[in-house]
């Protein structure tokens, strides 16, 4: 190619992305972008966002697990119509943190708070003769009510102690599911009150990999908090079949394949991605050594970064937008341009990993820091960076399930939808918005490592964006919000359906972002925001507490 043609090439991409940056590419002309004044009315904002929600599903579905704003309609997730606690206890938390925080809502947030605790003790039971996900379970209900216990007991409200109980009785039950597994390795689900263990009932009933991976934050608190080791033993009893039979380091780079074989412990299929069934394996490597402070952890959370770098990483183009593609067919498969908004939790892991929670400032000048750490710092603000354009280019503001990047080979498909840049194209099939936070949980993060305001307006501007176009004035003149069946038409196709992490990620770390004195060096978050405290490491050590195994190769 002639060099005139590669500058030509050039400068329309750096055009393109600049036309973009200012907003005046595509069906959304922005004339203002939306400005916020101070970080205590943003957070007013958020309350009232919260309170709203909360205000209707408690005027007509309160106690159940899934409710539909536009209708009214709602039902309880297992079979047997038993509640779970999926909005009220996935809550929690979420109110606890504005009720420590707010100027003016101070007392709704404290009647909430308390009727929830009420209801916890009086109604909700774990004795139910139906089968629940393990992993879902776990990650919204053992860690609601292990967040709940922390931030009671902290805050002096009520009785903690309810939620600790609760937190023990539902442990108990979900691990049965590991008894007699030779592997390690639980089933999907496991009937709470029978203690059956129920294989997953597709792929040949492989278990996801990231779900049996994203127990151990749970688990492992509860040992801490109770003495018990049973159940933090139970927890770490997975990895030894998931990476000496399958020689995760060595021949997969540390990359896992989305599904394994709860039996043999051995992989199903090649599929590798950091999107669904993927996600969390990696995000609990991590966060498993920012918990303990045990080596391991990070040096397999190391591994698999290095595994990411090589075989995930990609540009789009004409931009240049840094994304984490996927390898369907094995490392040694062609890439994949597509994308989850799934995936954009990694920005926020990436800063974390590099920076343990300290300031960007403090952290280069520790002792740990060195090149590699540096890469991935650069890694976590350019990653974070492209999932904010996933929402900046769409009509809407509003990030769709999947995007997949023009890479110059991928076709883009009939009645696909491609972005003012031409860096990436949606689907028909995945044009939908189900107010996910994974992108404003990387912004957090990254305006708590730099405090760069940059941040805080991206942020500022998602938040914009739901309140203008996934909200609904319903009859009774309520304002409500749902997800969303097309973020790109405007107006926005709604559906009647209100996320249970809504509330419990969405608008947490939207608030937590215009908090102004988040220590992240003292709090670890699970996969569904639920923050548990860091373990004092003595205490650990005379609770003999600590990892009881190693792969049989680590290769850093």
Not at 362 to 380: C, G, I, M, N, V
Request: hydrophobic share 35%; net charge negative; aromatic share 12%.
């Amino acid at each position: 190619m002639r060099s005139d043609n590669i500058l030509k090439i050039w400068l329309l991409g750096a055009i393109s992305t600049a036309l973009v940056a200012i907003g005046y590419l595509g069906k959304q002309k922005w004339t203002t972008v939306p400005q916020y004044g101070t970080a205590e009315s943003v957070r007013n904002e958020i309350e009232e966002a919260f309170l709203e929600s909360w205000r209707d599903y408690e005027d007509y579905a309160w106690g159940y697990d899934v409710y539909g704003p536009l209708s009214h309609s709602h039902r309880n997730m297992p079979r047997s119509g038993d509640p779970l606690g999926w909005i009220t206890i996935d809550a929690l938390d979420t109110m606890l943190l504005m009720f420590n925080k707010t100027t003016s809502n101070r007392a709704e947030f404290l009647k909430g708070i308390l009727e929830i605790q009420v209801w916890t003790a009086n109604e909700l039971n774990y004795n139910i003769d139906a089968e629940v996900n393990i992993f879902e379970t776990t990650i919204r209900m053992l860690g609601g009510l292990l967040s709940a216990y922390h931030y009671t007991k902290q805050l002096k409200i009520g009785n903690p102690e309810i939620y600790l109980n609760k937190s023990i009785d539902l442990c108990d039950r979900l691990a049965i599911a590991f008894k007699d597994r030779e592997s390690g390795i639980p089933f999907s689900s496991v009937n709470l009150q029978t203690g059956e263990a129920i294989r997953n009932h597709v792929n040949e009933g492989a278990s996801s990999t990231a779900e049996f991976t994203t127990l151990q934050l749970e688990f492992k608190y509860l040992s801490y908090l109770t003495g018990n080791a049973t159940y933090w033993n139970l927890a770490e009893n997975v990895y030894p079949a998931l990476y000496d039979t399958n020689d995760l380091l060595s021949r997969y780079r540390g990359l896992a394949p989305i599904y394994t074989q709860p039996d043999s412990g051995l992989f199903h299929g090649q599929n590798i991605r950091f999107g669904s069934r993927g996600d969390s394996f990696y995000e609990y490597l991590l966060k498993q050594y920012l918990q303990s402070h045990e080596k391991i952890y990070y040096d397999l959370y190391r591994e698999s970064m290095e595994g990411m770098k090589k075989y995930l990483i990609a540009k789009s183009i004409p931009s240049g937008f840094t994304y984490i593609g996927e390898r369907p067919y094995g490392l040694q498969g062609a890439l994949d341009p597509k994308m989850d908004h799934l995936v954009c939790f990694m920005g926020g892991l990436l800063g974390m990993g590099a920076t343990e929670g300290l300031s960007i400032k403090k952290a280069r000048k520790q002792s740990f820091w060195d090149s590699t750490r540096e890469e991935d710092w650069k890694l976590a603000q350019e990653l974070t960076h492209t999932c904010y354009q996933m929402y900046r280019q769409i009509p809407s503001g509003l990030s769709p399930e999947i995007v997949v990047f023009n890479d110059g080979i991928t076709k883009i498909p009939p009645h696909a939808w491609s972005s003012p840049s031409g860096d990436f194209f949606v689907k028909p099939a995945d044009k939908h918005n189900l107010q996910r936070p994974e992108t404003v949980e990387s912004i957090m993060f990254l305006y708590h490592l730099t405090k760069d305001e940059k941040y805080r307006q991206w942020g500022y501007e998602i938040l914009s964006s739901f309140k203008e176009h996934t909200s609904v004035v319903t009859p009774d003149s309520r304002n409500v919000f749902v997800s969303l069946g097309d973020c790109i038409s405007l107006p926005t196709h709604k559906r009647d359906n209100m996320e249970s992490f809504w509330l419990a990620e969405t608008l947490k770390y939207l608030y937590l972002l215009f908090e102004d004195d988040l220590d992240l060096t003292s709090i670890v978050f699970n996969t569904e925001a639920h923050p548990f405290p860091v373990f004092d490491l003595e205490r650990l050590d005379e609770m003999h507490l600590k990892t009881n195994w190693s792969p049989s190769v680590v290769r850093l």
